[in-house]
């Protein structure tokens, strides 16, 4: 599912740069509680999200989601 | 800007498919009035809308995204 593929992605590539979820908050302007909802997949981000996350994540959008799509297909065979 | 850019990509690629708005609508089941708007930049996408997009025009979400870099790059070059 879409939305735990991009959840599971936020939190891999996160805690691959040594972030918190407060700091990623600080730097997007989003709320810390918004960020835990995404990375739990409870909520679906818009394409401006997305985009605000990469940028201080320090990935571009289509890498970020080159990996959700290889999550996506992880579930769909396993 | 990224709506611009996403606009300017659907557009394209819509057109390459040879899919009018109409089919696109249709096989997306987002309302051609809708369509529209993203195509004019008036709408920022969800990720599931770019999903179910990227799905009917047969591209992954990454591969659309790259292309939308493109543009966003040539613009802030241009």
Redesign the interface.
């Known amino acids: 599912m ?1 939305n735990k593929a ?1 959840a599971k992605t936020l939190r891999e590539v996160r805690a691959k740069r040594g972030l918190s979820q407060e700091a990623l908050s600080f730097q997007t302007d989003l709320h810390r509680t918004y960020i835990s909802q995404l990375e739990r997949g409870l909520k ?5 999200t ?2 605000q996350l990469c940028k201080a994540l320090g990935i ?4 970020f ?2 990996k ?2 290889l999550e996506e297909k992880h579930h769909a065979t396993s």
Not at 60 to 63: G, L
């Open positions: 879409l991009f679906s981000p818009s394409l401006e997305l985009n571009s959008k289509s890498a989601l080159k959700v799509e």
